[in-house]
């Protein structure tokens, strides 16, 4: 499988409200992790993230070069400086696209994953729920042609605080063997009413008889302070084009 282009911009979805329309107007997070990650088992579904990698991967400069992120600051307690200027109060709601009303104060980021779809121009668009229902977790997820190109859309909701430099990482294995790795930067989002709606990276499925059959994957995501938002096994099968 091979990699294409660079996940576009993050934007809400269509409904509009308020806050920031892609990624590039939040900004972009400072660095992107490595996250290489090793699965034994071949399932559907939504584990929580380990605390400890289970590889403890650092590879590829992986300890930030140095850099330490900054200490978390209430959101509430950002928008509430320099409050007395109303013109700087509103571009601050407009900036972090949120209300005042909206925050509790809580201190750590929360993403919410709400959907992951899979959409390509071979095939009618595949959309699955997140978390995955208990019952689906044997299932296979998606199956995909051989040869196709498509991409991952994913729908989230932020909560609380911005989160900085969210990254992704998808790992593929066959047969036990991993076979394939992608990753890439989304950005930088700060909490809105509306959920994200974000394209990721274009890849290609393999072609040739050895290429077909059912593989398993673990798609995760992180920020900046290596704080895991979401880890999902999952199953997809690659079969003959017809």
């Not at 959409?119 to 595949?126: K, P």
Request: glycine fraction near 10%; charge should be negative.
């Amino acid at each position: 499988m091979e990699s294409g282009k660079v996940a576009e911009e993050a934007g809400p979805s269509s409904g509009g409200g308020s806050g920031c329309s892609s990624a590039s107007a939040c900004g972009k997070g400072e660095k992107e992790g490595e996250m290489i990650q090793k699965m034994d088992d071949e399932v559907v579904g939504n584990d929580d993230c380990d605390g400890d990698d289970d590889d403890g991967d650092d590879r590829d400069g992986d300890k930030d070069n140095g850099f330490v992120p900054g200490p978390l600051i209430p959101l509430k307690e950002q928008i509430e400086r320099d409050k007395e200027d109303e013109s700087l109060r509103r571009w601050k709601e407009k900036l972090l696209g949120c209300l005042e009303e909206d925050l509790n104060g809580q201190m750590d980021p929360e993403v919410r994953f709400h959907s992951i779809a899979v959409v390509s121009e071979d095939l009618e668009e595949i959309n699955a729920p997140l978390p995955v229902h208990e019952n689906q977790k044997n299932d296979v997820l998606f199956v995909l042609k051989e040869g196709c190109h498509y991409r991952r859309k994913i729908a989230f909701t932020v909560l609380h605080n911005i989160v900085s430099g969210l990254t992704y990482s998808n790992t593929v294995w066959k047969g036990g063997f991993q076979v394939y790795e992608s990753k890439g930067m989304l950005g930088t989002f700060a909490p809105q009413r509306e959920p994200y709606v974000l394209t990721l990276d274009e890849e290609t499925t393999p072609s040739g008889v050895l290429a077909r059959g059912n593989y398993s994957a673990k798609l995760k995501f992180q920020d900046d302070d290596r704080r895991c938002h979401m880890e999902l096994k999952y199953s997809f099968q690659i079969k003959k084009s017809s």
